[in-house]
């Protein structure tokens, strides 16, 4: 009896983003007390989860990569090394955000210096977010045979999460003129920052 594979579950790619946000937002907000045990508290939180996301898209990577190989014995190895590659690349930029972070946002010990380096906070979060979609596209080459099973490029994938972030930026200026807030054009920029830096690295593998 032949039983029909099911559809792999990808980690939350959008969850470290999510509780960022939510513990820069409760540290900023004016009512709290800061303290620096309560920032480095939610700085262990927020680096659990990343680690947790990371250890779940590896071992999936792995998998992938190796049911591809067991039904393609004749596959290449060039195309593996490009997906392992981008995979490398996104873990690299949420190691340099999350460094980014420890070493500024979530170094503050009150208010004050939470404000200053909110800037700094931004730039963490975009890195973190590019490591996250370069890894999200790697784990959807591995279920794509026809790219992974050809010679060719392995940039495809990288085009939806663009779109994805055009998308989100798109939303935030529509939340921006509605509501009229700085916070909607810089989260604009982010994400807008973010499709950038993806189509660009699909144009660079393209041309090798």
Sequence with gaps: MSV???EPVHPDFEAPIRLLRDASAGLL???????????????????????QILESARKQL??????????????VGEEFEQVLEIFREGQERID???RLMAQTFFASTDLA??????????????????????MESA????????I??????????????????????????????????R???????IHLEQARGLLQRALAQGEG
């Design 139 to 146: 784990l959807a080459l591995t279920e794509d045979p026809t």
């Design 96 to 98: 340099d955000g999350m």
């Design 113 to 134: 210096s939470l404000e200053a380096n909110a800037g700094a906070l931004s730039l963490a979060e975009s890195h973190i977010q590019d490591g996250l979609d370069r």
């Design 29 to 51: 907000d004016r009512r709290a007390p800061v303290s620096k045990e309560r920032v480095e508290g939610l700085y262990r939180h927020l680096a659990g989860a990343v680690g």
């Design 148 to 181: 992974l099973g050809q010679p060719g490029p392995v940039t495809a994938a990288e085009v939806p999460t663009a779109l994805d972030s055009l998308g989100n930026c798109l939303e935030q200026l529509t939340i921006y003129l509605e509501k009229g807030q």
């Design 4 to 6: 029909e594979s099911e």
């Design 62 to 75: 792995n998998e992938g990569l190796d049911q591809f190989r067991e039904a393609n014995p004749e596959a």
């Design 183 to 189: 916070e909607q054009l810089e989260e604009a920029m």
